[in-house]
T-cell receptor
Framework: DTAVSQTPKYLVTQMGNDKSIKCEQNLGHDTMYWYKQDSKKFLKIMFSYNNKELIINETVPNRFSPKSPDKAHLNLHINSLELGDSAVYFC?????????????FGPGTRLLVL | KQEVTQIPAALSVPEGENLVLNCSFTDSAIYNLQWFRQDPGKGLTSLLLIQSSQREQTSGRLNASLDKSSGRSTLYIAASQPGDSATYLCAVRPQSSYKLIFGSGTRLLVRP
């Protein structure tokens, strides 16, 4: 069983469209994250939710809106997609938001905006 | 502002060699440092996590060290194998923060 899963794996879309990426974890973790990995392979945190509450909200355009319907899911909705949004988006989870916690990553969603 | 740097960016070695990957960070106020492995087209796998109070962690052929005062960590891989080929990422968790700050990674190729 996949611990952290993301759908879709690949997403190709036109500029201006709205799209969503879904993430689910079956580890019973309380905290979930979204990261963006750009073309230079830098991974940067975007958002984090702990028990469905937003605890990290980095400087991300408000076209990006995370939604956590329950502890096991953290979805990412992107409005009015731009060319610069093309990247790999990773979801991750950890037991808690504590300092000792290892984060477990999903396989990534490769988004290409044309 | 915390910055994480990894050197070298890429490394190619013959099978069987012992090797060292380097990670440096600018602010020593961290909770922990983690090493991850990323295979092409895949997510990240956590390899080792070192708490700020620890000096090193070992798992199998991997040994990670942490010198917080100098802002450095090394990942030592013994007797490298072709299956070790991947990108290795270092990440620090700053104090008073929930987030991880990543380096850009070292791309390792172990030649048979």
């Amino acid at each position: 069983d996949t611990a952290v899963s993301q759908t879709p794996k690949y997403l190709v879309t036109q500029m201006g469209n709205d799209k969503s990426i879904k993430c689910e974890q079956n580890l019973g973790h309380d905290t979930m994250y979204w990261y963006k990995q750009d073309s230079k392979k830098f991974l940067k945190i975007m958002f984090s939710y702990n028990n469905k509450e937003l605890i990290i909200n980095e400087t991300v355009p408000n076209r990006f809106s995370p939604k956590s319907p329950d502890k096991a899911h953290l979805n990412l909705h992107i409005n009015s997609l731009e060319l610069g949004d093309s990247a790999v988006y990773f979801c991750a989870s950890s037991q808690t938001s504590g300092a000792q916690e290892t984060q477990y990553f999903g396989p990534g969603t490769r988004l290409l905006v044309l | 502002k915390q910055e994480v740097t990894q050197i070298p960016a890429a490394l190619s070695v013959p099978e069987g060699e012992n090797l060292v990957l380097n990670c440096s960070f600018t602010d020593s106020a961290i909770y922990n440092l983690q090493w991850f492995r990323q295979d092409p087209g895949k997510g990240l796998t956590s390899l080792l996590l070192i708490q700020s109070s620890q000096r090193e962690q070992t798992s199998g052929r991997l040994n990670a060290s942490l010198d917080k005062s100098s802002g450095r960590s090394t990942l030592y891989i013994a007797a490298s194998q072709p299956g070790d080929s991947a990108t290795y990422l270092c990440a620090v968790r700053p104090q008073s923060s929930y987030k991880l700050i990543f380096g850009s990674g070292t791309r390792l190729l172990v030649r048979p």
